[in-house]
C-alpha cells in the first residue's frame, strides 16, 4: 500500500509541476464548439478540469465500493458470530446429552449389578443349605451305619 501512495503522490507531483511549467499554454483562451454553440475558454483548464471531476467520481466510487466491502465483511462476521454460538450451544447440548446417557447407562448398570450380586447371594446361600442338608443326611447316614456297629 505504501508503493502506490508513493507512486500517486509523485504522478500528482509531476502533474502540479507540467501545470506550472504550462500554465500560459494552459489558460490561454480559444473557441471551443460544444456541438450546438461556440465558447471562449482555455481548453488546457476545460481538459483539466473534466479530469478533476473524472478523477473525483472515481475516489467517490472507490470510497463507495471499500464502504460497501467494509459493511459486508461486518455482516458476514456477525453471521459467523451467531452461527459460532448457534455451533457452541448444540454442542454443549450434546455434551449434555451425552452425559445424562452415561449417567442413566451407570445407574443402569450399576442396578443390573446389583440384581446379580443378589441372584449370585441367593444362590450361594442356597446352595449352601442345600449341601448343608446333603451333608446332614450322610451324617445321619453314617451315624447309623457306624452306631450299629461296634467300633
Known amino acids: ?3 502506490r501512495s508513493l507512486a500517486l503522490a509523485a504522478l500528482l507531483v509531476l502533474l502540479a509541476l507540467f501545470v506550472a511549467l504550462n500554465w500560459d499554454v494552459l489558460s490561454a483562451p480559444a473557441v471551443l464548439s460544444l456541438g450546438f454553440t461556440h465558447v471562449q475558454a482555455p481548453p488546457g483548464l476545460v481538459l483539466l478540469g473534466f479530469a478533476a ?16 466491502v467494509i459493511m459486508e465483511g461486518r455482516r458476514l462476521a456477525r453471521e459467523i458470530a451467531t452461527q459460532r454460538e448457534i455451533a457452541d450451544k448444540a ?10 446417557l452415561i449417567d442413566t447407562s451407570v445407574v443402569q ?3 443390573d449389578s ?9 444362590q ?4 449352601t443349605a442345600s449341601l448343608s ?6 451324617e445321619d447316614k453314617l ?9
Open 1 to 3: 500500500m505504501r508503493i
Open 143 to 151: 451315624d447309623r451305619v457306624l452306631g450299629s456297629k461296634p467300633l
Open 53 to 68: 471531476a473524472l478523477c473525483g467520481v472515481l475516489l467517490i466510487h472507490i470510497l463507495l465500493l471499500q464502504a460497501g
Open 124 to 127: 450361594v446361600n442356597e446352595s
Open 109 to 111: 448398570r450399576e442396578a
Open 133 to 138: 442338608a446333603h451333608l446332614g443326611e450322610i
Open 114 to 122: 446389583a440384581a446379580l450380586r443378589a441372584a449370585l447371594i441367593d
Open 91 to 100: 454442542e454443549a447440548s450434546r455434551i449434555a446429552e451425552l452425559k445424562n
